[in-house]
């Protein structure tokens, strides 16, 4: 038999039928259902007067909408009644809602996973674009849109055209200072915002082996703004001892049989990928974006770039347009940018290893007297956690406020938003215009480097963060 890439084996494994240029008809193992794209689906349902086919591998929870403060309380009528609606509708066709009262509710690719329920090998859809998180695992995992959320509601079933693969391969060790949040800021930069469009990637290099199962996840949130369908990471030690034990992985022998079956997932030796790209981490830099598109970013060490020095004429006219929303000057340098408020959530970096860097250049300091800065933890089991370890009250000590799980300001479809204006060092995945708020302007980067601006009140190089303490577990 030819030798098969991981998405390959992953995809042959799924397909039910396909016709020659036509899309392939997959099976579904996983369907994870949020408040915002399911309305109109369940609808569909009730009026052709279908059931779900497998409740038993749908589940819900709800996380866009919801308020970071007091929370039972949803004062935008469209929000609260997306919310009821998806309660209404979880009852009545019969599937698990992690809501409000449990503390398994959260952003959907942080309790997901949490959960125990994104396994090695699965096909898992969500209508949500940033599904891509789930690769992580070694799952090949995308986002739907709502009339695909019915059609998989009704038949666990999807109409998909095979993509084209690709291996992106992160070559040397991952220096001190860079997280895996710069890695994937770091590729999008340089490649752009659709260099993976029509691709799966698969991430590959010494810098993923090292990767905790959480860092993969930021890595493989960020796959979309690169244009990916999916991105994935072959399951390894990492993954296995990650899920061991959680609600939903195998239990007992058959988590055995299960790690048997995940191991022959990885790509074989010699496999060859449509198209492969490298990126060098040993030159990477904490990185901080300037414009309004993931790829708009550079190095924290460089400055605003001249539009007019870009190669193409439409980066150029790209550019000067970002620069005019994000009010910025070119040959500004990075860390000479004042910022107003700080985001660190969302489900690229809303995790228990997220909140525990951040405290950790937190800890002692006092946020700046010109930014409010929020930390929202991505689920109620991340808050729950962070309590224990008390990164709550290190980050209430240095002026941070502390949050209940949600999307939050991660896009403004909550109280949590920009003012026209206002710019945020932010630790989530898009700075299109308004994402936070109207004229809100948004500067994507890690953890690390969100907790430190909050403290400098602008950007800075945290690899310089002199009285860096630890937060033990
Ligand atoms: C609201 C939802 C459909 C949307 C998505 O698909 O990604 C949101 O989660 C986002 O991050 O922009
Ligand atoms: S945290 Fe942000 S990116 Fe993630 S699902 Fe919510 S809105 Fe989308």
């Not at 993509?163 to 590729?187: H, N, Q, S, Y």
């Amino acid at each position: 038999m030819s030798k098969q890439t991981m998405f390959e084996k992953i995809w042959n494994n799924h397909v039910i039928h396909s016709e020659t240029g036509k899309p392939s008809i997959l099976y579904i193992d996983l369907h994870l259902v949020h408040e915002v794209t399911s309305p109109q689906a369940f609808e569909g349902l009730r009026l052709s007067g279908r059931k779900v086919r497998r409740p038993d591998l749908t589940f819900a929870t709800m996380d866009h909408n919801v308020p970071t403060k007091d929370r039972f309380n949803i004062a935008d009528p469209i929000s609260k009644q997306q919310v009821d609606t998806l309660t209404a509708n979880c009852a009545e066709f019969g599937v698990k809602l992690y809501d409000l009262n449990t503390i398994d509710q959260g952003v959907v690719h942080v309790m997901g996973p949490e959960l125990g329920l994104t396994h090695p090998g699965k096909t898992i859809v969500c209508g949500d674009s940033h599904t891509s998180t789930h690769g992580a695992f070694g799952a090949l995992a995308f986002g739907i849109g709502t009339s695909e959320v019915e059609h998989v509601l009704a038949t666990q079933c999807l109409q998909q055209a095979k993509p084209k693969t690709m291996e992106v391969r992160f070559v040397g060790k991952r220096p001190a200072g860079i997280t895996a949040k710069d890695l994937i800021l770091g590729l999008i930069a340089k490649y752009g915002t659709d260099f993976a469009t029509g691709y799966v990637i698969e991430y590959t290099g010494q810098a993923i082996r090292d990767l905790s199962m959480e860092e993969r996840m930021t890595v493989c949130n960020m796959s979309i703004e690169g244009g990916a369908r999916a991105g994935l990471i072959a399951p390894d030690e990492t993954t296995f001892s990650y899920l061991r034990g959680r609600e939903y992985a195998p239990q007992g022998d058959d988590f055995d049989r299960a790690v048997a079956q995940w191991k022959a997932l990885q790509s074989d030796e010699g496999a060859v990928y449509d198209t492969v790209v490298e990126l060098d981490v040993e030159s990477l830099v904490p990185q901080v974006t300037w414009g309004t598109s993931p790829g708009m970013g550079t190095g924290i060490t460089s400055a605003v770039p001249f539009p007019e020095k870009l190669p193409t004429e439409n980066e150029r006219k790209a550019a000067e347009k970002a620069l005019e929303y994000m009010d910025l000057k070119p040959g500004t340098p990075m860390s000479e940018i004042p910022i107003d408020y700080v985001f660190i959530g969302s489900c690229t970096n809303g995790r228990i290893e997220d909140l525990r860097a951040a405290a950790a250049v937190a800890k002692g300091h006092t946020v700046s007297a010109n930014v409010t800065a929020i930390v929202v933890p991505g689920s109620g089991r991340v808050k729950i956690q962070a309590e224990k370890e008390g990164l709550d009250q290190i980050f209430t000590a240095a002026g941070f406020e502390w949050r209940e799980a949600g999307c939050s300001m991660c896009l403004a479809m909550n109280p949590d938003v920009l003012q026209p204006g206002q710019r945020c060092a932010s630790t989530s995945n898009r700075n299109f215009e308004g994402r936070q708020g109207r004229g809100g302007r948004t500067h994507l980067v890690s953890p690390e480097m969100a907790a430190a601006a909050a403290i400098k009140g602008k950007f800075t190089d945290v690899r310089n963060w002199e009285f860096k303490s630890e937060v033990t577990a």
